[in-house]
């Protein structure tokens, strides 16, 4: 870009302070999230071992989650605060009561179903575990989406479904390794499906990104890109075509589709970094944007006064007006 | 001209005061940097040391944590000085301006040096008071943005949300910092540190609606001395932000600035973004169903 894009080629927008537990989080809500509703649906089509198996892929999800994300902090022990208030206007707020309600039923969940304990309230749990978990693997979209950075913002309508076919793929994968073949049906059905949404999703959402896009096509963004897309292909093929017989197959693809999942989450994760360090990508746009008309931009050269008064417009005589009235 | 924001003066009800803020007057900025002292010592904000960094005279680099003011420096080949390939008309017009006190000191001899001391925008709607999840960031009874450092827990969702990068995470604190448009001073009828601090008047600070109302005088008188890229920044209800707490008098496009020239709150988009992701939940559940039912059991 020309220098006179840019002040001496310096990012105008910071770049997120957020470090490696976020992307890991990113997978870990949606294996937790998606892994609850296949556990519940499978129980009530009367599969039990993938729906156990299943609950506590859900519990090992949402475990690490709050440990993730209490270590990202910049004030750990001040984790708390993020109850404080309930704001919809903020992604993460929500997040944080969804994450929270998510945890306590899907923890009575997952004990209710192994002890047998507590079988009243975990009959209650099962259900809204499962409904608590869908928001809970998409939110994390909205929450990227809800800033200044291009590339995240700008994808906005479809980054949600990046992340919903990614927790489904986790919860599938997750699903695949736990559950012997013959009763994994569901979850080799789901891994396979959202494996093909997770990359064709994903690169179309690129492709409507544009230039906008480009964080994608460069770094370490196209690194964790290509690995996911390799593992999610070799994993689908492997998982195709032995899954349904062989235990050690099925464990195998499962990891690989694991991986590619969690590699999805860091390339976007990445994505945003990029935007949001090169100035280009937040200046052109906007510019482009006021040169076409389409926006007034935050800058006027007219002046509303016709005729300007010297003593009010000079800085010598300004006055400091304290509280004048 | 339309003040207000989302809270403020609303929520405050009799004990609102009247909207503060800053007005940048950048045509008679001579780069002194005595506002990023002054803040410096009155916020008793940390050293901020990055060394030389080659970009004219510009050593803090940008807003962050421990800057919050930051004067920018461009150096800009110009044709020629006030006279130069103007008609003699024209040039006794903007002689006239020049005696009149209009003229800016940056200007002369084929160069152009550009100081602008930048601050944080207190934008009517701010996105990283809408983004900040524990409610540290809030709006005060002056209309400010100011984080409260006891509440801050150092998610740093407020940083990737504002548009123009101010709000940063001081690293070995783990909170975030940024202008408080000297909350403490204005609580005792002062003047902030930068404002009092400021020898040309290029940092004015008063009642926002008497500051905008000058700002359209001084950038007339501007104009009329034949600065044709003078412009008035942020000082619009109808932009991206709902103009903003401060705003600025440019001699060039915002992004020669280092500003974004058309920032916009990301809270309105919230409306869509919220509708994708509970578009894509409800795909989720679908998809679960008729992976789970779709098939053999």
């Known amino acids: 870009m020309s220098p006179s894009d840019s002040y001496h080629g310096r990012p105008v927008l910071k770049q997120p302070v957020w470090t490696w537990e976020i992307p890991c989080y990113f997978y870990a809500g949606g294996l937790a999230g998606a892994s609850a509703g296949l556990a519940y649906l499978s129980e009530s089509r009367g599969n039990e071992v993938l729906a156990r198996r299943a609950w506590s892929a859900a519990m090992l999800g949402i475990g690490v989650s709050p440990a993730l994300l209490t270590s990202d902090l910049g004030r750990p022990f001040r ?25 306590a039923t899907t ?77 994994a049906a569901p979850a080799r059905r789901l891994a ?16 409507r990104l544009a230039e906008q896009g480009e964080p994608y096509r460069h770094g370490a963004a196209a690194r964790f890109g290509r690995i996911g897309q390799a593992c999610i292909a070799a994993g689908a093929t492997l998982l195709a075509t032995r899954g349904g017989r062989s235990r050690g197959a099925a464990i195998g693809a499962g990891a690989l589709l694991s991986a590619g999942a969690l590699s999805a989450r860091w390339s976007v994760f990445k994505a945003g970094f990029g935007s949001a360090a090169n100035p280009a990508y937040v200046v052109r746009p906007q510019r482009a944007g006021i040169e076409a008309g389409e926006a007034r931009g935050a800058a006027r050269r007219q002046s509303r006064v016709l005729n300007p008064d010297p003593a009010r417009g000079s800085p010598a005589t300004a006055p400091v007006e304290l509280f004048a009235s | 001209m339309k003040l207000d ?10 004990l609102a005061k009247p909207r503060m803020g800053f007005f940048t007057d950048t045509s008679v900025c001579i780069g002194c940097k005595a506002c990023e002292v002054a803040c410096k010592e009155w916020n008793q904000i940390p050293m901020s040391l990055h060394g030389f960094t080659g970009n004219s005279y ?47 000191y940056q200007q002369g001899d084929g160069f152009r040096w550009l100081m602008a001391s930048d601050v944080c925008k207190h934008c009517t709607d701010a996105a990283c008071l809408d983004a900040c999840p524990t409610g540290a960031l809030f709006r005060t009874e002056f209309g400010t943005v100011v984080v409260q450092q006891d509440v801050c827990n150092g998610c740093g969702y407020c940083v990737p949300a504002c548009p123009f990068g101010v709000i940063d995470q001081r690293e070995d604190d783990g909170r975030v910092w940024k202008c408080t448009l000297c909350y403490d001073r204005l609580k005792d009828d002062m003047e902030p540190a930068c404002a009092t601090a400021c020898p040309t ?35 619009d209800a109808d932009d991206g932000i709902g103009g903003g707490g401060a705003f600025f008098l440019l001699l060039d496009e915002p992004e020669v600035y280092g500003l974004p020239p058309d920032p916009v709150d990301t809270r309105r988009d919230l409306a869509s973004i919220w509708a994708a992701a509970g578009a894509a939940a ?16």
């Open chain 1, 79 to 103: 984790f708390l605060n993020m109850l404080r208030m309930f704001k919809v206007t903020s992604p993460m707020s929500v997040g944080s009561w969804i994450l929270t309600a998510s945890g």
């Open chain 2, 5 to 14: 924001t989302h809270v403020w003066p609303g929520s405050y009800g009799e």
């Open chain 2, 201 to 235: 008047n290029s940092i004015q600070f008063g009642e926002l609606d008497a500051l905008r109302a000058r700002a359209e005088h001084r950038l007339a008188q501007l104009q009329r001395a034949g600065q044709d890229t003078a412009q008035l920044y942020l000082a």
């Open chain 1, 192 to 207: 396979l499906v959202s494996a093909a949404l997770e990359v064709a999703v994903k690169e179309l959402m690129e492709r």
């Open chain 2, 282 to 297: 409800v795909a989720l559940g679908a998809g679960l169903a008729a992976a789970v039912f779709g098939g053999s059991r």
């Open chain 1, 107 to 183: 923890a009575l969940a997952t004990a209710s179903v192994w002890t047998g304990w507590f079988p009243r309230a975990g009959r209650a749990a099962r259900p809204a575990a499962a409904a608590l978990g869908l928001p809970l693997s998409t939110y994390t979209a909205a929450l990227v989406a809800n800033t200044a950075v291009p590339v995240w913002h700008d994808s906005h309508r479809l980054l949600p479904f990046v992340f919903a076919s990614g927790a489904a793929l986790s919860a599938g994968s997750a699903g695949v390794i736990a559950a012997p073949p013959n009763h």
């Open chain 2, 58 to 104: 510009d050593n803090t680099i940008a807003l962050d944590a421990d800057t919050w003011r930051h004067v920018a420096f461009i150096e800009q080949r110009v044709p020629a000085d006030a006279t130069g390939g103007a008609s003699l008309v024209e040039a006794a017009a903007r002689g006239e301006a020049i005696d009149g006190g209009v003229a800016t």
